[in-house]
């Protein structure tokens, strides 16, 4: 699959080839070329996700009370939904840029015929779709235990330059309607909504979060709700 990235004053073109595991997508602009491999099928992926005391899975859990279902209203790449999903929650991922979410799936289905992947791949449900037109479309009583937002963080010339797979998201995709998404959010989760961070970056919004865990570079903001 090919197609020109919109609004973009250079023609860049991505090219998209399927693997046996996974996708294959280059980036280029004429000048400037950037690859990246996608798949779950690798053995630096099952260390990460099994790795124990992530601050993500303490974000996203609470000790009294199960948190089950999780909604990720940015689901990219699908990696942090994989991660939850791996350590037990019922995951919803949401992704509006049509790219990224037909490269996700098709990872997810090669990643199905994985003995080491397959159970967790079938606790994922997968959408495309905009999450604020989801979350203002689903019915009342349809709850998540949990939200989780990881908005695309600014790109400063002061900060390392992100890994391959960030950066092609940079390259095909943004944010949308995201402080829209985490208010709704808030009204929609029975137990916390949880936005990951760039470490040192101020809150989303001016309502401070009730806990905070903290990684190397980025944190995980909690807001406690009561949906
Ligand atoms: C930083 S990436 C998320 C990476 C992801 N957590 C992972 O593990 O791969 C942010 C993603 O959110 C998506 N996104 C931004 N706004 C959105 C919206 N309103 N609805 C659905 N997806 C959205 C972007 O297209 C992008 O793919």
New binding site residues.
Partial sequence: MTQPKKNNPVEAEFRITGLNDGERIEWSDGCNTLNYTHSFNHPSFYRRINATGQAIIKACSNKQRSIRSVLD?????????FILAHHGKQVTM????DI?HSVTVQSLEKGLGNPILKDTISNIKSIN????DYLSAIDDNIIFDCIYL???FPTHKSTAKPGKD?QL?QKL??????EA?FALALTKASNRVVVKRPLKSTSMTTRQPDLVYKEKTVRFDVYLTTA
């Fill in positions: 209203l940015t689901g990219g790449w699908g990696v942090d939904s949401l992704e509006q840029n990224v779709i905009n999450s604020l990881d908005p695309m960030m998201l995709t943004g944010n949308l309607d995201i998404c």
